[in-house]
């Protein structure tokens, strides 16, 4: 069975949100209506990704939800600790280039 939770903590002016577990087609929904309330929240919103085991297209396209929402409403957003598999394919699908991406927390501006 998919598994997605999330934890957040305040980062000096960022609220981060961590994903845990795995986004794919069945988790994506669940991601969606948990991180999109929290962009509308927040001035500045980064998604750590240090916990996620796998990100599939359908997890693809809810972080690009996030990024185009988040530039619509002319807000801060990033995407922390990519790695590994999660990091792979953001770089094979070419989407890395569309996130503001830092490794950890402590380099958010």
């Known amino acids: 069975m998919d598994t997605l939770h999330f934890e957040e903590q305040k980062h000096d002016n960022w609220h981060i949100v961590k994903a845990i577990g795995r ?7 669940q991601a969606a209506d948990t991180v999109m309330p929290k962009l509308a929240e927040q001035e500045r919103l980064a998604l750590d990704l240090t916990g996620l085991d796998y990100i599939s297209s359908a997890g693809l396209r809810v972080l690009l939800r996030l990024a185009k929402q988040a530039k619509a409403d002319k807000k801060a957003f990033a995407l922390l600790g990519a790695a590994g ?24 501006p």
Do not use: R
Not at 23 to 29: G, V
Not at 85 to 108: K, N, P, R, W
């Open 23 to 29: 986004i794919d087609t069945m988790t994506a929904p």
């Open 85 to 108: 598999m999660v990091q792979e394919v953001l770089e094979e699908s070419g989407m890395d280039v569309l996130f503001t991406m830092y490794a950890t927390e402590a380099e958010l």
